[in-house]
């Protein structure tokens, strides 16, 4: 153990604060926020002790929102239903699709593999909107725009290469030896891949899982193309929120708290079993 | 030899595109007979592991054909092979225990539960592993997982067992005392074991057969005696034996009924001529240039012969190994008692025509061994 300083400590300290308050000051803003009216929010100055209300979570819940000018029907719920499903599904494609063709690119060296897998990460190169603008004519052609199957279909634009690379290092971290160990001890290919490779990269899989989910969950412009009101995720029904009577921050602010939660929770959960993953020291040689 | 556990024939290996890649084993043709232990000795890239890899069926084979048992396997999956191995990164399952690695070997062939537990067991009392039974291969040294992973190859029952580097990590003592124990276990099972090495003293220990490789090519496969003491070229020769044989070139001349093997420096080894027998005699005299070989063991010093001059002295417990200038070269030999010499000491050395290897400038091939043609 280090010996450090009292002094020492109490700067650590100081300086973890700071930091720790600086990066959770917009969250924590927003999470006090969501529990104020317009009114409150808008003081000036602004105020940390308030009359907390649930009436932003109320709108958001029922799909009522009460503005000066009348109600407003939200789809809200609608839209955070939406970005589980478009997120989780895309995410499932990618890693069904993905893990095995990452474990072909790592195991299995054939004429033009490379080219195919820097081809596939290549799809990340180029700037959405530029690649939106032909995909939109050509969905609208194939029936696919505006369609839950389109939207995953160019979600994998945002998952696979992800997926792909990822995993497919964890797969060439793993020694070839103990899957070669395996299948001469009486298994097949198929069941080395099953047993052995998958569990092994396991972390890492769960690791690309994650980042793909986030990255699905804050994509933004994909969908305010491709899709209408009814199979829009939050971020483009937040939108919404700018009404001809002005900006709701208490619903926009309830909402950011609602939608940033299941990734929160998924990060939280992922990450006790990313570090029990990798201390169970998967593969040393 | 009753029956063959492993034929291969003609095979090639490339690394790339046949014919233009790497050619990392050439024309390769053994048979091991059932029952056989054969070592594949050569030092690091001869192509032994690619072989061995090539049997195991982890490495396709670029030309030629591999038969276990009289099956053609070399087109087969690993899996269809019924072969067995160690690796030589031992390769446990990380996620499970030493036993559970053992005895996973075993799963696939169904075994009840009792007789598994019985074959760990008295594997793992064979191998000295018994107290590391339960523990994870993250949490063991090198040399246990080592002797896991032989444990691993050793359980089962298999045509043919092939391991790989199984003792480099183990200390001496150990290595020494599992040599004997791993040879018993194989004899008295009637396995048949490859192993590869590039420890020589494994190799002898172990095999009933060596096979001495170096740039893919087999040089010699033979019994550990006949390698020692016929070696069939010069790189067998000088790889085999510890320490190394003495090398040097000569020309043949004949003065006066004595035939003389002139050496570097104006030195000469002289020899009456029925000092060698007759065919020995005609080989080398109808030759102007050969090589000749010396195992450090046969080199006796002499009051008179041929001057060297010490440049290295060392005792290492139970002999001394002299180094000495000779011939613009240098000569090993070595004594069984403490010898004091100084650096620079002045020796006279002589060589009995019964100990001379004779090899072919050339080509390397070997002519003679002492009174005998190769």
Not at chain 1, 56 to 67: F, R, S, V, W
Not at chain 1, 188 to 199: C, D, E
Not at chain 2, 116 to 126: E, F, G, P, R, T
Request: net charge neutral; hydrophobic share 45%.
């Amino acid at each position: 153990m280090e010996h450090t300083s009292l002094l020492e400590r109490i700067l650590r300290g100081i300086a973890l604060t700071l930091v720790v308050i600086f990066f959770m000051f917009p969250i924590v803003w927003i999470f006090m926020m969501s529990f104020q009216t317009n009114e409150t929010i808008l003081r000036i100055p602004p105020q940390l002790i308030f009359e907390p209300t649930l009436a932003n979570y109320t709108a958001l819940i029922t799909g009522k929102l009460m503005t000066a000018a009348g109600t407003l029907d939200i789809a809200f719920m609608r839209n955070l239903g939406n970005s589980v499903f478009l997120s989780v599904t895309s995410v499932a494609v990618s890693l069904l699709l993905g893990v095995p063709a990452a474990y072909a690119f790592a195991r299995h060296k054939f004429r033009g593999s490379e080219d195919i897998a820097f081809t596939l990460l290549s799809f990340k190169f180029a700037p959405a909107l530029l690649v939106l603008l032909p995909l939109t004519l050509y969905f609208q052609k194939l029936g696919l725009a505006n369609t839950y199957i389109g939207l995953i279909w160019v979600y994998q634009l945002i998952c696979l290469p992800l997926i792909l690379w990822i995993v497919r290092g964890y797969f060439e971290d793993i020694p070839a030896d103990i899957e070669y160990a395996y299948r001469i001890g009486g298994h097949s290919w198929f069941a080395t891949f099953r047993k052995i490779a998958l569990p092994l990269a396991g972390p890492g899989i769960a690791a690309a899982g994650l980042l793909a989910f986030i990255f699905a969950w804050n994509n933004f412009v994909f969908a305010l193309v491709l899709a209408s009101a009814d199979k829009q995720p939050v971020t483009v029904g937040a939108l919404a929120f700018i009404t001809s009577s002005g900006i709701q921050y208490g619903q926009i602010s309830a909402a950011i708290v609602l939608s940033i939660t299941p990734t929160l929770a998924l990060a939280l959960y992922a990450q006790r079993y990313l570090v029990e993953g990798l201390s169970l020291g998967a593969v040393k040689g | 030899m009753s029956l063959s556990a492993l034929t291969i024939s003609g095979v090639d290996k490339f690394y790339g595109p046949i014919d233009r890649g790497v050619h990392a084993v050439k024309n390769l043709t053994m048979e091991i007979g059932k029952g056989e232990i054969v070592a594949l000795l050569g030092s690091s890239g001869c192509g032994k592991t690619s072989t061995l890899r090539m049997i195991a069926g982890f490495e396709e084979v670029s030309r030629g054909a591999i038969s276990v048992g009289g099956r053609q396997v070399h087109t087969l999956p690993p899996v269809k092979r019924n072969v067995a191995m160690a690796f030589e990164g031992y390769s446990l399952y990380p996620p499970l225990t030493v036993r559970e690695n053992m005895a996973f070997a075993l799963k696939a062939a169904r075994l009840p539960k009792s007789e598994v537990d019985a074959k760990v067991a008295s594997i793992a009392k064979l191998l000295e592993i018994e107290d590391i039974l339960e523990r994870y291969p993250s949490s063991i040294s090198g040399g246990q997982q080592q002797r896991a992973s032989l444990g691993r190859a050793l359980i089962r029952e298999a045509d043919l067992h092939l391991l790989d580097e199984p003792m480099g990590q183990l200390e001496p003592q150990l290595r020494a005392v599992l040599r004997g124990r791993i040879k018993h276990f194989i004899k008295e099972r009637g396995l048949t074991a490859i192993l590869v090495t590039h420890d020589q003293t494994e190799a002898n220990a172990l095999a009933d057969r060596i096979a001495v490789m170096e740039g893919g090519v087999l040089q010699q496969f033979d019994t550990p005696e006949r390698i020692k003491e016929r070696p069939a070229n010069l790189f067998t020769g000088t790889f085999v034996g510890e320490p190394p044989m003495n090398v040097f070139e000569a020309y043949v001349a004949t003065a006066a009924g004595r035939i003389n093997l002139k050496l570097p420096d104006g030195l000469s080894l002289d020899y009456d001529k029925d000092a060698f027998s007759a065919p020995v005699r005609d080989q080398l005299l109808s030759r102007e240039r050969v090589v000749i070989g010396i195992r450090p063991y046969a080199v006796r010093r002499s009051r008179e012969g041929v001057p060297a001059r010490v440049s290295a002295n060392q005792w290492l417990g139970d002999q001394t190994h002299i180094a000495a200038d000779f011939a613009g070269g240098s000569l090993v030999l070595v004594e069984h008692d403490r010898t004091r010499l100084d650096l620079g000491a002045p020796i006279n050395v002589s060589i009995d025509p019964k100990n001379l290897h004779v090899f072919d400038q050339a080509s390397g091939k070997a002519i003679s061994h002492g009174m005998e043609l190769a």
